[in-house]
């Protein structure tokens, strides 16, 4: 059997079909007969692609996490994290914005008063903050708004990751807020059709549009969960790759069951591992992140099936007939 870099097949368990390399690894080795050829990332690098082919994949860790644990695949805070209390801070080129008064959501419909003064957001007991975002783009010397439309949590992180790197804290995650849960607020305007991938660095670095909209109504926020770094924090990375979810103790990940699936990275929890279909099976894998069809000849007739089983031939005319135990017990 002949595998592509980024595959291997294990002969020891007379395997049938090649299988890609973990994430957090790579192999440019083809026909490989064993996972040894899959190497992993160096420390402080990470990649959540299953079936890398090159060290390319392997991406260096932003500020404040590390990767150093090599059986995790996303860069992230271990357990020695400390969750910011304080009052946030601005940015150079990107800032939250609340209400004096608390109150977050615009007030056209005039059951709310709303004096017109923001202030920085103030973090909650999980270290999370949330507002009307604002960027000053280089070169400019007002701060902005940014207009909703294509705004989204790939977009929303990387904002919060800018302003996390330029603070000195470690960013957990990012999700968009919709404007109806924004600040309405006067002045620029900056940019729209914003479009991160959700790896970048800064907002800078995205596709995005200049606007001429002067009208403050689908002003976008954003919600961040940040942590601040200790000692402890840059030896070991919490997040799990697709097909895993986090297990107890921290950290280490658990494999989603055989007959399950999880294409979702830096997952939560079991909640993650989906059900293969009707017609799908993981062929008896555990932490796959997706299910294969099954073989001609195999059916799989129940949801969450580990494999597919063989069709058997009928003895009263040519082709096969597929039945399951279940089904006649």
């Known amino acids: 059997m002949s595998c592509e870099p980024g595959t291997y097949t294990n002969l ?46 392997c991406t260096t860790c932003s500020s404040g996490v590390s990767s150093d644990d090599r059986s995790h695949s996303v ?3 271990g357990s020695g994290a400390i969750l910011p209390t304080s009052q946030l801070q601005d940015g150079t080129s990107v800032r939250i914005r609340v209400s004096v008064n608390g109150r977050d959501l615009n007030c056209n419909d005039g059951t ?4 017109g003064t923001d202030i920085s957001p103030t973090f909650d007991s999980e270290g999370v903050v949330e507002g009307r975002v604002e960027v000053k783009p280089s070169g400019e010397t007002a701060w902005g708004a940014i207009h909703y439309w294509w705004w ?14 330029k603070l000195g ?10 404007y109806s849960n924004t600040l309405e607020r006067s002045g620029e305007i900056w940019w729209r059709y914003v479009e991160c991938s959700g790896s970048e660095e800064s907002l800078e670095s995205c596709s995005k549009s200049t ?35 986090p297990a107890n103790p921290l950290p280490s990940c658990t494999k989603c069951e055989a007959g399950h699936y999880s294409s979702t990275p830096s997952a939560a929890s079991s909640s993650t591992c989906l059900e293969c279909g009707a017609g799908k099976s993981t062929s008896n894998s555990t932490g796959s992140c997706s299910c294969t069809d099954c073989e001609p000849g195999t059916y799989s007739t129940y949801e ?26």
Do not use: W
């Not at 009208?215 to 942590?227: E, L, M, N, V, W």
């Not at 089983?309 to 040519?318: F, I, L």
């Open 112 to 115: 709310c008063e709303d004096d």
């Open 75 to 77: 860069c992230r805070l």
């Open 169 to 178: 804290y470690a960013t957990f995650s990012g999700t968009h807020l919709i």
């Open 211 to 245: 606007t001429t909209s002067t009208s403050h109504y689908r002003d976008i926020g954003i919600t961040c969960k940040f942590a601040t770094p200790s000692a402890t924090s840059s030896t070991t990375c919490l997040a799990c790759g697709p097909g895993s979810y």
């Open 304 to 329: 969450a099936s580990a494999s597919c089983t063989a069709c058997v031939r009928s003895r009263k005319r040519r082709g096969f007939f597929m039945f399951d135990i279940r089904d006649i017990l």
């Open 12 to 57: 020891a368990e007379a395997a049938t079909s090649c299988m890609n390399c973990d994430a957090g690894c790579y192999s440019s080795t083809p026909n490989a007969t064993s996972a040894v050829t899959c190497l992993v990332c160096e420390a402080g690098k990470a990649s959540s692609t299953f079936g890398a082919t090159s060290e390319s994949t």
């Open 152 to 165: 989204g949590d790939a977009d929303a992180l990387v904002a919060c990751r800018q302003l996390g790197n």
